[in-house]
């Protein structure tokens, strides 16, 4: 989208429910250091997405936000591979991802070219 373009312009936008249900998330720990956790997000979007971090709750009761350092782009129909450290299993009670793409609207469907 060039500067005279009459396309609205783009803004970051939470993934909608369905949209959500189109990535294919996978986790777990790394055998060889039990503080470092895996991510692998395989994107069934036809648009590609962001995933900034994913958020925490402990057994414990508390809670965390831990973002991706660089965050993770995941083109459309692509598998990408991230990283947490400091994670350890033994203290997690649930954890749940946070991802973004880019929209026209907040109810229209994540855009495919991005420029």
Same mark, same amino acid.
């Given at each position: 989208? %060039?500067?005279?373009s009459?396309? @609205? $312009?783009? !803004?970051q936008s939470?993934l909608? $429910?369905a949209?959500l249900?189109? &990535?294919? #998330?996978?986790?777990g720990?790394?055998?060889?250091? @039990? %503080?470092l956790?895996l991510f692998e997000?395989?994107?069934h979007?036809n648009? @590609?997405?962001?995933?900034?971090?994913?958020?925490?709750e402990f057994?414990?009761? =508390?809670k965390?936000?831990? %973002?991706?350092? @660089? =965050? &993770?782009?995941v $083109?459309?129909?692509a598998v990408?591979?991230?990283?947490?450290?400091?994670i350890? =299993?033994?203290?997690v !009670?649930s954890?749940?991802?946070?991802?973004l793409? #880019?929209k026209?609207?907040?109810? %229209?469907?994540?855009? =495919?070219?991005?420029?």
């Open positions: 989208m %060039g500067m005279f009459n396309a @609205p $312009p783009l !803004k939470e909608t $429910p949209e249900k189109q &990535l294919e #998330m996978q986790s720990w790394s055998n060889d250091d @039990p %503080g956790m997000i395989n994107n979007l648009a @590609p997405v962001f995933c900034i971090g994913a958020n925490f057994k414990d009761g =508390k965390r936000s831990q %973002g991706f350092d @660089p =965050k &993770l782009y $083109p459309a129909n990408r591979r991230t990283s947490i450290r400091g350890e =299993k033994k203290n !009670k954890y749940n991802f946070s991802c793409c #880019m026209a609207s907040a109810q %229209g469907a994540c855009e =495919k070219n991005i420029n």
